[in-house]
């Protein structure tokens, strides 16, 4: 390990220095040195939000979580090359394949079981990647008959629930 890497191992496990979010109050476990005195979801949500809607905000705290630690900076790349996956085109099964691959090759253990994950289902993940359909209207429906039920609190029967959701 080199002595930067070191420096921000030890960094990391000094408790004086942990980051908190002000919003939340979560702890990241990590050092304001490699967080930025950053909330763990902000900054989740900077590594998975496509690279094209960043703001200069965002992509100048990406730079620097990338720059501070060599995990994340491995972590970034897989994240962006499976985001690219996430349109449907005919050649993602290759690119799956492939990407499935690359993560193995790399120490997250974490991405490990999420690949072995997506091999279980491997023909379901096969067609979400490569056909244009999606169930989005149906669970749309559904949020909305749930929310009517969850309304009426459980005080009426089914006619009075078909009713609203008809009406509605």
Request: with cysteine; charged share 20%; net charge positive.
């Amino acid at each position: 390990m080199t002595d930067e890497g070191e420096r921000i191992l030890v960094l990391a496990r000094t408790p004086r220095d942990t980051a908190v979010c002000p919003r939340c109050g979560a702890s990241s476990g990590r050092s304001t040195a490699i967080t930025g005195g950053q909330c763990p979801r902000r900054l989740a949500r900077v590594i998975l939000t496509r690279p094209d809607n960043l703001t200069p905000e965002h992509r100048h705290l990406l730079a620097q979580l990338t720059a501070a630690c060599p995990e994340m900076t491995q972590l970034a790349a897989i994240v962006g090359r499976f985001a690219e996956l996430l349109t449907p085109q005919p050649g993602n099964v290759d690119r799956l394949s492939l990407w499935t691959v690359q993560v193995r090759a790399a120490d997250l253990p974490h991405l490990h079981a999420f690949t072995r994950g997506l091999q279980r289902d491997r023909d379901a993940v096969n067609a979400a990647l490569t056909l244009p359909y999606s169930n989005g209207p149906t669970e749309g429906v559904n949020t909305r008959t749930k929310r009517i039920a969850r309304q009426m609190h459980g005080r009426t029967g089914f006619t009075l629930l078909r009713h609203r959701i008809l009406l509605g």
